[in-house]
């Protein structure tokens, strides 16, 4: 893991042993204006509606059962570590069938989807996740009687998840 | 064949929650970086992971590009009875990465 190009941040570089003509620094220069001017991609908090929308089906979840984890301030957006905590006795009759998590401003409003079953005993599930910038998040909870909690929070980054490089 | 870290307990008593946690190799491409010419990387993400023990599916993930690169994932089961705990991600270009790990599990 040690060529550029596999550098979590930076953009890929030539190798050294390549020729630098001066069609390539040209393209290269153009190139990075275009990068430059393109527009940036991030969601609009109006995506994340639309995506929780698609998800409930259009009812709206109500506060509890459902508890996101995750540091108030996280210093690197490339990882950050959360997770996803319900409440539910995790039985036959009454249990958690999906969590999912939404964020506000990454350029994709899902994060992801996590199915449980009667079988995993707890709904608990923790990842690490990628955030383009200070946001709110958002995780919803389906239960197996067809209801829907949810929990939101913000996060603070400081250094910022390279979305678009 | 990409390399994946499991940490499952070897021996767990049954009826006993136990945690599992599974973390692939894979850089999780979101499709919205540029090569510095500003060719868009396409993206390259792993979108599903499931479990299997005991005869079922008893935990399945949709990823999206907003997970981290070498994606882990964390979660809980009740020891049934001995065997395997299958784990199988699977990516955008459809390469299936499969992992086994035994569980033995005491009355």
Redesign the interface.
């Known amino acids: 893991m040690s060529s550029p190009s596999s550098k979590p941040c930076g953009n890929p570089l030539p190798k050294a042993s390549d020729g630098v003509s001066r069609r390539a620094v040209l393209l290269t220069l153009a190139g990075g204006t275009a990068a430059l001017l393109a527009p940036p991609i991030h969601a609009e908090p109006d995506d994340m509606a639309k995506a929780i929308h698609e998800f409930t089906g259009g009812i709206s979840p109500q506060k509890g059962r459902i508890k996101i984890d995750v540091a108030p301030l996280v210093e690197n957006g490339n990882s950050v570590a959360i997770a996803v905590i319900g409440e539910s006795p995790m039985r036959a009759e009454d249990h958690i069938r999906t969590i999912a998590l939404f964020n506000e401003k990454n350029p994709q409003p899902q994060v992801a989807r996590f199915h449980l079953t009667p079988r995993s005993g707890t709904a608990r599930v923790e990842t690490r996740i990628r955030l383009a910038t200070s946001q709110h998040l958002v995780a919803i909870a389906r239960m197996s009687d067809g209801s829907l909690w949810s929990d939101e929070v913000e996060v603070i980054v400081t250094i910022a998840a390279c979305t678009e490089e | 064949m990409a390399g994946t870290l499991i940490d499952v307990p070897k021996t767990a008593k049954r009826g006993e929650?136990?945690r599992l946690?599974a973390l692939v190799a894979h850089?999780m491409e979101?499709g919205?970086?540029?090569?510095?010419?500003?060719?868009v990387?396409p993206r390259l993400i792993i979108h599903t992971f499931t479990c299997d023990?005991?005869g079922?599916?008893?935990?399945?993930?949709?990823?999206?590009?907003?997970?981290?690169?070498n994606?882990?994932?964390?979660?809980?089961?009740?020891a049934?009875k001995s065997g395997p705990v299958t784990f199988r991600w699977i990516d955008d270009a459809g390469a299936i990465i499969t992992e086994k790990v035994m569980l033995n599990v005491t009355e």
């Open positions: 929650i136990i946690r850089p979101t919205y970086r540029r090569e510095i010419t500003g060719a990387i023990y005991d079922e599916e008893i935990f399945r993930a949709e990823l999206f590009p907003a997970m981290a690169a994606p882990m994932i964390a979660f809980t089961t009740i049934t």
